[in-house]
């Protein structure tokens, strides 16, 4: 018990050295494709739809420490030529016993270029402004170990830095997107990369660090199976900030419940149909991090909701006893009212 107790005292400490010197990777959701305004500007309203609502919810390493909480959400809409796109957002992230805290909104713009009836070239521009924060004095110093126990009367010897700060963050994004234009085949293909933090915000409250800018590169398919109401959707995530890397690869299986082609709605324009009710189920892996296995349902009007669960099988691993966090995402499309 005694060496469980200094392993995760360790852990702790070497979470919260990387939460103060500002070395480390942006929030994010293993649901990435159920974040598209994350994963690239270039997302904002390219859906079947009018508008879309997505909200997003993480809970992170509560078994080693005080819990990440990650809460985004998200409204985006497309004009009726589906030309251009613009969105808001908020998230807010605490991380650790300092409560360090990242709270941002974010505008989004994008314009949507049709080359041909299959293939569309999209790029997205999204600006933010964010306020960093921390609780300084609740953290814990090795030097306040007084060789017995934890004691928060002895000085630190830490430099005090300020507990908030605001900034200015810019981002964009290209995608192409791809629609076999058979019918029956319902193959779709979406490619992007986005480049975030493009002017390198503050990142360190003493002042003197930038935050890396990142650069995200993301596969997006799905392809039916024979005549089967199933669905494969393979998706692929690739990011690096600084030193950092992430590789995230998996896929979902789609079952459509129902009539495939969906409801009309005082239209009879296939892009102004509410999808057909279907279930999912699939995974990724996170390479070097954790497996990650998702469900989710989408109801008959455009609303899906889905769960998602990381098994980290990091290093990390020994003090979280392969439990990483779970997450979920709630997302709703609909239609203007005529």
């Excluded at 390493?61 to 998200?74: H, I, L």
């Excluded at 985006?76 to 969105?87: H, Q, R, V």
């Excluded at 629609?179 to 493009?198: E, I, L």
């Excluded at 692929?236 to 009309?264: C, R, T």
């Amino acid at each position: 018990m005694r060496k469980r107790t200094i392993t995760r005292i360790l852990i702790l400490c070497f979470i919260t050295f990387a939460s103060i010197t500002g070395i480390a990777q942006d929030m994010h959701f293993s649901q990435f494709y159920h974040s598209p305004l994350l994963t690239n500007p270039a997302n904002t309203g390219v859906f079947s739809g009018r508008y879309r609502i997505s909200t997003n919810y993480k809970n992170q390493w509560q078994s080693v420490t005080n819990p990440y909480k990650t809460v985004f959400a998200g409204i985006d809409f497309s004009t009726p030529s589906k030309k251009l796109g613009i969105g808001f957002s908020v998230f807010n992230d605490k991380a650790g016993k300092s409560r360090m805290g990242i709270t941002q909104g974010n505008l989004y713009l994008s314009y949507n270029l049709r080359i041909n009836g299959s293939n569309r070239f999209i790029t997205g521009l999204q600006y933010g402004v964010g306020q960093k924060s921390m609780r300084i004095n609740d953290l814990m110093w090795d030097s306040q170990f007084n060789g017995v126990a934890y004691d928060p009367s002895v000085a630190s010897g830490e430099a005090q830095y300020s507990e908030s700060y605001t900034y200015m963050d810019v981002s964009a994004g290209m995608m192409w997107n791809y629609t076999a234009s058979h019918s029956a085949s319902r193959f779709k293909n979406s490619v992007g990369v986005a480049v975030f933090h493009a002017n390198q915000p503050q990142q360190s409250f003493d002042g003197n660090e930038k935050l890396y800018y990142k650069i995200v590169a993301h596969l997006n398919n799905q392809f039916k199976l024979s005549e089967s109401p199933v669905y494969i959707l393979p998706q692929v995530l690739y990011s690096m900030q600084g030193p950092y890397k992430e590789i995230n690869a998996g896929a979902l299986v789609k079952f459509v419940i129902g009539n495939e082609q969906g409801d009309l709605i005082r239209s009879n324009r296939i892009d102004k149909r509410y999808s057909s009710p279907a279930a999912y189920i699939g995974g990724q892996f996170r390479y070097k991090d954790a497996f990650i296995a998702m469900a989710a349902f989408e109801f008959k009007k455009g609303l899906l909701l889905s769960i998602s669960y990381d098994v980290n099988v990091s290093k990390l691993h020994v003090a979280s006893g392969l439990k990483g966090g779970t997450e979920f995402a709630l997302i709703y499309r609909g239609f203007f009212a005529r």
